[in-house]
């Protein structure tokens, strides 16, 4: 079973960044970035194709946030600039097991991530 482990969140203001990153154990076809807000659903914020494509990002990300994958990709970065108290939220990684899956199936246990106003 391949384990992914995030690292990198933090507490910051308004305004600040942070970076975090996710080191999968072995291959995964496919990496991700969701988080997710206390009383909310999880939500997708953003994706780094397996096979060469560009990475996207959720609306609500575009232009302050930024991803990159390394090793395959094994690695998942993202670099968050202009954070917004909107912003905090527990960070997970995500990734899929086969290249035909039709959703994410590995998940790691997230790292939190705090916005102060």
């Known amino acids: 079973q391949v384990q992914l482990v995030e690292s990198g969140g933090g507490l910051v203001q308004t305004g600040g960044s942070l970076r975090l990153s996710c080191a999968a154990s072995?291959?995964?076809?496919?990496m991700a970035w969701f988080r997710q807000a206390p009383g909310k659903e999880r939500e997708f914020v953003a994706a780094?194709?397996?096979?060469?494509?560009?990475?996207s990002y959720a609306d609500s990300v575009k232009g302050r946030f930024t991803g990159a994958g390394d090793n395959a990709p094994n690695t998942v970065y993202l670099n968050m600039n202009s954070l917004k108290p909107e912003d905090t939220a527990v960070y997970f990684c995500?990734?899929?097991?086969?290249?035909?899956?039709?959703?994410?199936?590995?998940w790691g246990p997230g790292t939190q991530v705090t916005v102060s106003s």
């Open positions: 995500a990734a899929r097991k086969n290249p035909w899956s039709s959703r994410y199936d590995l």
């Open positions: 072995g291959r995964t076809y496919g």
């Open positions: 780094i194709s397996w096979s060469g494509g560009s990475t």
